[in-house]
């Protein structure tokens, strides 16, 4: 009879579950004394039943950012309106075509919405 892997906290459940059947209600506190010296057998390899085995383990679920989640909403809406609100407000305020150019160059560089020309002059 070949020898089953377990773990030590497999080996805590096993002796809780075998005071159970005693018709003993434990806790681990009670049960642990006796899974020491069955889990020093099981790491020296001299335990008639098991053999060590590994743990399993988890992967963990990292925490979404809400930062990112905002960015994210907020970049789109920028880029999709944005482009929109430079020419709606150009067409509505009396800019030169001179000062028109320079607004939509700066416009474009920095991702600005809004601006005045500032030349004093009318027309578009």
Avoid: F
């Avoid at 080996?11 to 020491?36: F, M, Q, T, Y």
């Avoid at 057998?41 to 039943?49: D, I, L, M, R, S």
Wanted: net charge positive; proline share 3%.
């Amino acid at each position: 009879m070949s020898k089953s892997p377990i773990t030590w906290i497999e080996i805590i459940k096993v002796k809780l579950n075998e005071e159970k059947k005693n018709g003993n209600s434990p806790s681990i506190r009670d049960i642990i004394p006796a899974a020491k010296k069955e889990w020093a057998q099981v790491k020296n390899g001299t335990h008639p039943k098991y053999t060590q085995g590994k743990a399993k383990t988890h992967a963990r679920k990292g925490k979404k950012s809400s930062k990112n989640a905002k960015t994210k909403k907020n970049s789109a809406k920028s880029s999709d309106s944005g482009n929109m609100n430079i020419h709606t407000i150009l067409d509505k305020a009396k800019v030169c075509k001179k000062c028109r150019k320079n607004i939509e160059k700066a416009m474009k560089k920095s991702n600005m919405k809004g601006g005045s020309c500032g030349c004093g002059m009318a027309g578009g």
